[in-house]
Structures are given as structure tokens and as C-alpha cells.
């Protein structure tokens, strides 16, 4: 059974720090590996998705990369402003039940002091 | 435009009654999903959907019904609420090309409080 864990639940930074949230995965039999954001009272923001077979994806000043063999994902977010402050969730889908189901993460919630 | 729509934003009702939460894409997916976020923020999927046909049911109490009238629309119907079934509840949609792999899309949610 697929199972996914974010470390930390929580983080605090000054703004203009780089900084990097974690995410494992048991089953490393995955398609991709999902991040999205929280707004506080919001729904989810996709990030970013990376294929099973790429090891890195980047969209501005977010990177998120992937070792399957290790069950890993980290998200690195640089030069963290004020407006980055959110819940970060990693999510997979699982590949037995062949629909796409998600299996999320509880999130890390970010804040980023001015 | 907005992808993934959810109506009502906020429901507060009280216990015993029934309500309904709806959801349309206008992405063209073929499927799409209910998901259940409780007070800790713990995501958890409810229902999937594949071109109006039920996939996946997840041990939820069977007061809870979806219905997909076309694939473009899933709603939810709760009968005799509970307590218990407050929460944020998040549809999704996502394009499933003969396999995993495609990436999903959320509506804002619906924030269901019961009374």
C-alpha cells in the first residue's frame, strides 16, 4: 500500500531564502509525482509534474526533482518571497487501481517572513 | 476560464439533512474525482469517475452518491448529514490517455460545515 510522507510539516523562513520540502513515497512503482499548493481556504494549485522517467522538472523559481529508486521528491524553491507562503502537497497515483487515484501527502505548510 | 468549478463555495446545514455539491470541467477530461480534505488537511480520494462510469468507491457510507449525468459533470449527494462529515470536499478532473501519468486539475473546493 502506497503511503506518503512530507517532512517538515511545518517551515519557517526569512524572505530570500532558498529552501528545499521533502517528500517519500513507499511504492516506488509510480507514473509521476505531483506537487501542488495550498492556499489557506483555497483549493490546489498544480506545480509541477514529473514523469517517472525524468529526474527533474523546473518552472521558475521551483525545482522539483525525483529518485524513484530511493522514493524521493524535493521541491526547492529559491529566493522564498512573502507570497510563497502556503501548504505545500506532494501527491502519486497509484498504479493498481489504474485510474489515477492520488495518494497525497499531509503537506508542509510554508511561511516566508518579510 | 475556470477549469475545474465547484458550487457551492460554503454549505452550512444542519444535521439530517440532505444536500448536493456540484462540479463541472471544461477541460475535456475523461475523468474525474471526489476528494475528502478532514480538519488535519489529510487529502483523501472518495470517488473516481471514468466517462460517466463509477471506478472507484472508497468505503465511503453509502449516504454519499455521485452522480455524472455526462463527463464533463460529477456531483456529490449526501443524504442524512453528520457531524462527522464536515470537511472540504475537492473535485477533480484529470486525462487518462490509456494509462497513469496525466496530471490532475482541482477545483477550489467546497467547504461543508454540519450543524
Known amino acids: 500500500k502506497q503511503e506518503v510522507t512530507q517532512i517538515p510539516a511545518a517551515l519557517s523562513v526569512p524572505e530570500g531564502e532558498n529552501l528545499v520540502l521533502n517528500c517519500s513515497f513507499t511504492?516506488?512503482?509510480?507514473?509521476?509525482l505531483q506537487w501542488f499548493r495550498q492556499d489557506p481556504g483555497k483549493g490546489l494549485t498544480s506545480l509541477l509534474l514529473i514523469q517517472s522517467s525524468q529526474r527533474e522538472q523546473t518552472s521558475g523559481r521551483l525545482n522539483a526533482s525525483l529518485d524513484k529508486s530511493s522514493g524521493r521528491s524535493t521541491l526547492y524553491i529559491a529566493a522564498s518571497q512573502p507570497g510563497d507562503s502556503a501548504t505545500y502537497l506532494c501527491?502519486?497515483?497509484?498504479?493498481?487501481?489504474?485510474?489515477?487515484?492520488?495518494?497525497f501527502g499531509q503537506g508542509t505548510t510554508l511561511q516566508v517572513k518579510p | 476560464d475556470t477549469a475545474v468549478s465547484q458550487t457551492p463555495k460554503y454549505l452550512v446545514t444542519q444535521m439530517g439533512n440532505d444536500k448536493s455539491i456540484k462540479c463541472e470541467q471544461n477541460?475535456?477530461?475523461?475523468?474525474m474525482y471526489w476528494y475528502k480534505q478532514d480538519s488535519k488537511k489529510f487529502l483523501k480520494i472518495m470517488f473516481s469517475?471514468?466517462?460517466?462510469?463509477?471506478?472507484i468507491n472508497e468505503t465511503v457510507p453509502n449516504r454519499f452518491s455521485p452522480k455524472s449525468p455526462d463527463k464533463a459533470h460529477l456531483n456529490l449527494h449526501i443524504n442524512s448529514l453528520e457531524l462527522g462529515d464536515s470537511a472540504v470536499y475537492f473535485c477533480?478532473?484529470?486525462?487518462?490517455?490509456?494509462?497513469?501519468?496525466?496530471?490532475?486539475?482541482f477545483g477550489q473546493g467546497t467547504r461543508l460545515t454540519v450543524v
Open positions: 469517475y471514468n466517462n460517466k462510469e463509477l471506478i
Open positions: 477541460l475535456g477530461h475523461d475523468t
Open positions: 511504492d516506488s512503482a509510480i507514473y509521476n
Open positions: 477533480a478532473s484529470s486525462q487518462e490517455p490509456g494509462g497513469l501519468g496525466a496530471e490532475a486539475f
Open positions: 501527491a502519486v497515483p497509484t498504479i493498481s487501481s489504474n485510474t489515477g487515484k492520488l495518494i
